[in-house]
């Protein structure tokens, strides 16, 4: 028990002094991540309001599955991109494996299917009223789905911070994809994996500090954006 109170009082010391390997490491995760939310949701976004506003056999099933990956293993994904940009894949010539990119491209592949899902049902609660009301007074199928974003807008937001949690939070898809090279690719949830496996608590007791404070950060925002 004092090992542990000792621990964490050195955490503390190393998150108020800005230790350089934790702000590095820190830091390293912030930028992966919220890249990956960025990117990912400039591709949902316009995509789940082609798939709420078209009418499609399939679309039903289509929904169905994207749903279904909410909660698909981050090491299935992890595997799923080695296969393809480690040497023998086909896009292994891209030099992408053990890079910060890689754990960018199994990121944004993880989150995709959540802000596929959440989008349109955001689209989805938007009052029809108002989409008859666009298209009466003469907007076009393109005035007419930014009208609805507009009007869903804190819902999208929602979206991509819940997205921005998911991608920060994992651990399968960083390790494998990653590395953990440090100084290179190691982020927050890997260096507290190996830091742990090492005995060294205080530093991954400081990076688990800092993990839980955005994970605060993030529902204390996600509560305010609710409330509007």
């Not at 993990?211 to 305010?224: D, G, K, Q, W």
Request: glycine share 8%; charged share 15%.
């Amino acid at each position: 028990m004092i090992e542990l109170w000792n621990g964490l009082l050195k955490a503390v010391e190393l998150i108020v002094t800005l230790d350089p390997e934790v702000m590095e490491i820190a830091g390293r995760s912030l930028r992966i991540s919220v890249t990956s939310a960025i990117l990912a949701s400039l591709i949902c976004v316009p995509l789940a309001s082609i798939i709420h506003f078209r009418q499609f056999r399939g679309k039903r099933f289509l929904i169905n599955l994207i749903q279904t990956f909410y909660s698909v293993p981050t090491v299935a994904i992890g595997l799923f991109v080695f296969v393809f940009i480690s040497r023998a894949g086909p896009l292994g010539w891209l030099g992408l494996l053990f890079s910060p990119a890689a754990i960018v491209i199994g990121q944004m592949l993880l989150v995709t299917p959540i802000l596929l899902g959440l989008v349109i049902s955001a689209l989805r609660g938007v009052d029809i009223t108002l989409i008859d009301t666009a298209r009466s007074l003469g907007a076009s199928s393109f005035q007419t789905t930014l009208v609805v974003l507009r009007e869903a807008r804190f819902a999208v937001m929602v979206a991509i911070i819940m997205a921005f949690g998911r991608a920060i939070s994992e651990v399968g898809i960083s390790l494998m994809i990653g590395g953990n090279i440090r100084g290179y690719t190691r982020v927050i949830t890997t260096a507290i994996s190996l830091e742990t496996s090492k005995g060294d608590l205080e530093l991954s007791i400081a990076l688990g500090i800092i993990l839980i404070s955005i994970a605060l950060v993030v529902n204390i925002v996600l509560n305010r954006i609710q409330q509007r």
